[in-house]
């Protein structure tokens, strides 16, 4: 057993092997007790949102979070990744950490976002820090977001397409789309392939919840279909994608933040 297994962190966790990313180390730049989001979805491997925002804080000193980075031993590492329990880009001081990060590491920064934050400037500037945006769209209009993806009072889709859109006209790096297709939204698939077609991303992927969660996963005969939706398009299926166990230093604290995974069907 790897010896770093017995130290617990309080920001990062991990390594984990993300069919999106290869070896992750996970950054949380929220770190509370329970998940911190202006989202609620129906789906969330985290469970239900504790603590519904949509301001912008500082959650956690940058220092802190590098000093523990620096604590773990030599790991071939594909990405560091911005994620964990609940909105990364809810912490003001997002484009800093990915900033300090990048300079002592000299590693691939990934920040994984639900993008209902993206049509702020700010946002956009701190995520064109990265080097990989994954960044979520699950709707096709303003009362599926609702349905499926639950937002704080005052988040619209088309101000969030349109976010990301500006983002993507800006941004030097690497952009994916992020889809969760589970049985409310995999109808209309079609819909949402037009949204994604016009944003252009460099990829996108298609997911459906194999962590256990409130929403059932759909099978691969579904994303096969849905795939089909988009095609022209730089799409890859979860089903499609190698996995790999990886041992990782914080079990505890790596569960609480990204989860177990069922087994596919």
């Known amino acids: ?40 979805c129906l789906y969330c491997q985290l469970g239900r949102t504790a603590r519904f925002s949509a301001q912008r804080q500082a959650f956690v000193p940058t220092q802190a979070v590098l ?7 030599p790991l071939p590492i594909d ?10 880009t809810l912490a003001q001081n997002l ?17 994984i976002t639900n993008a209902a934050l993206i049509n702020q400037r700010e946002v956009r500037e701190d995520l064109s820090s990265a080097d990989f945006v994954l960044a979520k769209l699950d709707a ?6 609702t349905d499926v993806d639950i937002p704080a009072e005052g988040i619209r889709l088309r101000d969030i397409v349109e976010g990301i859109k500006s983002f993507k006209r800006l941004f030097t790096g690497r952009l994916a789309l992020q889809i969760m297709f589970i049985e409310q939204n995999k109808a ?19 997911n459906t919840p194999l962590r256990p969660s409130a929403a059932r996963p759909l099978g691969k005969e579904d994303l096969t279909l849905i795939k089909a ?12 994608a190698e996995r790999k166990m990886v041992e990782p230093w914080d079990a505890r604290q790596t569960l609480r933040r990204h989860g177990n995974s069922r087994k596919r069907g």
């Open 229 to 240: 939706c988009f095609e022209g398009l730089p799409a890859v299926s979860v089903y499609e």
């Open 140 to 145: 096709w209009d303003q009362s599926s977001f």
């Open 188 to 206: 209309h698939a079609r819909e949402i392939a037009q949204i994604a077609r016009e944003i252009n991303p460099d990829e996108i992927q298609i």
């Open 95 to 111: 484009g800093e950490m990915i900033q300090t990060v990048r300079a002592q590491t000299k590693g691939r920064i990934a920040v």
């Open 79 to 88: 990405y560091y990744t911005f994620s964990g329990r609940g909105e990364p």
């Open 1 to 40: 057993m790897n010896t770093m297994t017995q130290k617990q962190f309080k920001y990062i966790y991990g390594p984990v092997h993300s069919w999106r990313l290869g070896m992750s180390l996970g950054i949380d730049p929220l770190s509370q007790k329970g998940k911190v989001c202006n989202f609620d």
């Open 67 to 73: 000093e523990e980075i620096q604590s773990l031993p």
